[in-house]
């Protein structure tokens, strides 16, 4: 399968809420308006990835921070990336439900991270539930502990990988 990498247009906001909805549940999942937002405040650092067809498969979104771990507020309210800021972070990566397994999702923290090299980020940074620990240990990211998120009342788990 060819497939091809891009940032997100707001035509595709069905087809990612789609994808959103059935990586998360109702309670972590973004909102319709909260999505939107960022396809339109942070197209920089919201990578999307279509096969040959143009049809969307998944994608990896995250604003850039000067905060090493991810705090609740930045899922509420989308903010504008800046050029400064030391820390790129990760809210959200899915892929749909028919095309996981296949690398996609691997391949989209690669994206983001040649992104955030190039943007002079130190590190990527992310918040996670304890069942998907080992996936982002097997691309290099480490445990730091349990996150002070209360998102969703979930226990979550801070990751980061250092650039």
Not at 87 to 98: E, F, G, K, R
């Amino acid at each position: 399968m060819m497939i091809m990498f891009d940032k997100p247009y707001e035509k595709d906001l069905d087809r990612i809420m789609q994808i959103e909805n059935s990586g998360f549940s109702r309670d972590e999942a973004a909102t319709e308006e909260s999505m939107l937002e960022r396809i339109r405040i942070i197209p920089d650092t919201f990578i999307v990835v279509y096969d040959e067809q143009k049809q969307l498969l998944g994608y990896i979104v995250g604003p850039v921070s000067n905060e090493r771990y991810i705090s609740d507020e930045l899922f509420e309210k989308p903010v504008p990336n800046t050029k400064n800021a030391s820390y790129q972070t990760i809210l959200s990566l899915a892929v749909a439900p028919d095309k996981r397994k296949m690398g996609l999702a691997g391949q989209l923290l690669d994206q983001l991270a040649q992104v955030a090299k190039r943007q002079g980020h130190q590190l990527i940074t992310l918040t996670c539930l304890e069942r998907l620990i080992p996936f982002y240990k097997e691309h290099g990211y480490q445990v730091d502990g349990i996150s002070d998120s209360e998102h969703a009342g979930e226990t979550w788990y801070n990751m980061t990988l250092n650039l």
